[in-house]
């Protein structure tokens, strides 16, 4: 294995634009994997001194050319194109298509309150931050509007042309509330005078009354009346649907299983109650959009805790930057006055919809519905075999480091590790990351556990984790009291590394044995998301990982590291020097290839590195499941790069980087994607994948995923993807679909009685046991795990 070559001293710094030496190889073998050498606490690899090199023939200038980039927020567009374009294909089942389209409409939030708020931020200061790309923030703004007007009107066609009738011929619909038979009619407004009239309070917007604050992505009816004189402007007046009430009202339909009428209708049928006396103009709904980001000074802030929870509280009173308008009468002439009191700027921060306000909360149509031929087929993650009949799970990770590839093996055989960290007597420490876990989770309740009965527990809690702020301050409480040591990282930088150590006493000496994984320490995204984690006893790994939560818990970086490359400490120059290298090794005639599969490809630096690696003749095949700034197949520049994307059944959210290093290929795994804010902004690792059957593995799974024919898009040079077209008679490869069999069939080749997907069983170790040797003998007689 071999050392990447070390970038400039300068490029420790963010942003920095030094180049990579681009023929700096290192030296032995024998060494180990990953930088060796520090800088202020930091690491680089050893250099063996720079080597001039000339351009290729038709090589045409890197640097400087806002053409050889694409714009990151088009780029997130248009993977949300590819999320919608899975609504619309008649290959996915009809109830998955829905679940797609609220998929699209969801993630248009989160694009608003965080990408948008800061470029509508950006323009109201003195100085833009202008991309790679060149656009300013406002002509960004623009751009998105465009692209997301037309987006819209693409989904809100789907809807109505595809997706109802779909839906009516499986006998649901959604009904307008005039659309009922009297009877029906007549038992919904009793339920609306019962049930729903005390709740709602109707404010009306005049000189006394000023416009009110309405809360971030909340249903509003806007309703327009005539006053007294007619030459006075007519009134307008607000109702908030209740969010507490669900959207969906469940009625009869003569000839559908299931009935609805939406909540905001059956509320606009009756504004005649709040408005006895007014002569009503229109009713129409109406929701707004805020931003939602946090604004933490970390410096300022004594109490990190305390400053999250004030900025929680003032999180919906951000500034409005979208406002969607549904379908009724009076719209056309309250626009221009609803933007005046929200501040938005009516030109591209208005979207009229044809159609129901965030089809995403009508989910609720199908929720219960079970017919199979509407959804994927059922599948459970399966229990590796060396997990599923063992007495002694340690004793499992101390002969062979352990692969789990998430979700199609499950994620059961981690939580039960921390539940059996945490009643082992010979446990004497548990230390791990938590970024997102979700809410009810094994992992915080055997964390506590272990605290409670006097173990060494310390959690790295990221507050920070967007959205999931007032879940983590919550749980990192529950823990404080259980007796965890609870700490929330380093200060500027988010812990997104995913990491856990437990230190065992074993025959009168410590092991540590350690998880690693590329997705966070959740059981519910670990069923939708496609994640590799990876347990190990490795010596040399384990020592960086206590030095990994040292510096989390003190500040106290290592001399140097053994096997990870850690982030902000060398992670980016380590990357730069693996992608110099394979360029050196080309140059030379050597093996020189990258496969990389990742969630985002943002990083100039990353991005030149990869162009000067094409044009001196490194084949480059890329799989970024969401943003890509890179333009592949420029003649001159990037025509030996291919990107391609996945869409499908789960979301593909693994990190894995193959290089060939002139025959002596490295393989890694890492919780960062090549963006700026995970190579300086937050603590991320990358871990080198050592063992030859957990590297072959890895390999084969890069190898699946670049061979996908089925779900894979590929990105053009001018921005756009286009669904790869294999030609006829060539064999079709779905690459989840394979992980999925390849799964199966590791489990039956173990034992051909086992059935898929039972739920994952360890026997206890009897608790006067203290030796600490293995549990699992050849020829011992071992006890069936549950089905």
Known sequence: MVDPPSTPDSALAPDSEDDVDSAQVAGPASRPCGPSSTRSGGSTAPSSGPVSISAAPGAIPIEGDPTHYLNRELSWLEFNARVLAEARSHEVPLFERLKFLSIFFSNLDEFFMVRVAGLQAQTQRTIAEVPPDGLTPHEQLVAISARVHALVDDAYQLWHSDLIPALQRAGIVIVRPDELDATELSALDDRFRTDIFPILTPIAIDPGHPFPHLRNKMINLGIMFSREHEAQEPGFAVIQVPPGLSRLMRVRVEGATRAFV????????????????????????????????????????????????????????????????????????????????????????????????????????VADDERREYRDEPFAPQVPPLFRDVEDIFAVIREQDVLLHHPY????????FVSRAADDPNVLAIKQTLYRTGGDSPILKALARAAESGKQVTAIVELKARFDEASNIQWARTLEQSGVQVIYGLLGLKTHAKALLVVRREKDKLRRYVHLSTGNYNPQTARLYTDIGLFTANREIGEDMTSLFNLLTGYSAPPKWNRLLVAPLGLHEAVLGLIAREEAHARAGRKAEIVAQMNALVDVDVIDALYSASQAGVDIKLAVRGICCLRPGIPGLSERIQVRAIIDRFLEHKRLFRFANGGNEEIYMSSADWMPRNFHRRVELM??????????????????VMSDTTRTWELASDGSYHKLQQPNGAPLLRSQHRFIELARERVKLSDPLARGGGRFHILRMPAGTDDGGPRHRKGAKKKKGLP
């Not at 007014?278 to 990190?304: K, Q, S």
């Not at 093996?409 to 039960?416: C, G, L, N, R, Y």
């Not at 080198?688 to 593995?697: D, S």
Request: aromatic letters at 6%; proline letters at 5%.
């Open 687 to 704: 871990i080198p994948i050592v063992e030859p059957a957990t590297r072959a593995r890895v390999e084969d799974m890069l190898n699946t």
């Open 262 to 365: 939406l909540l905001e209708d059956v509320i606009a049928r009756h504004v005649k109650d709040f408005f006895p006396s007014g002569r009503l103009r229109g009713t129409y709904p109406f929701r707004v959009t805020r931003n939602w980001d946090l604004e933490i000074d970390e410096e300022e802030g004594e109490d990190l805790l305390e400053t999250i929870q004030a900025e929680l509280r003032r999180r919906d009173r951000g500034n409005a930057v979208r406002l969607e308008i549904g379908f009724g009468e009076g719209a056309g002439t309250s626009v221009q006055r609803l933007c005046r009191a929200l501040k938005v700027d009516a030109s591209h921060a208005v979207y009229r919809v044809p159609g129901p306000l965030h089809i995403a909360d009508l989910m609720g149509i």
């Open 409 to 416: 093996e499950s994620f059961d055989p981690v939580a039960e």
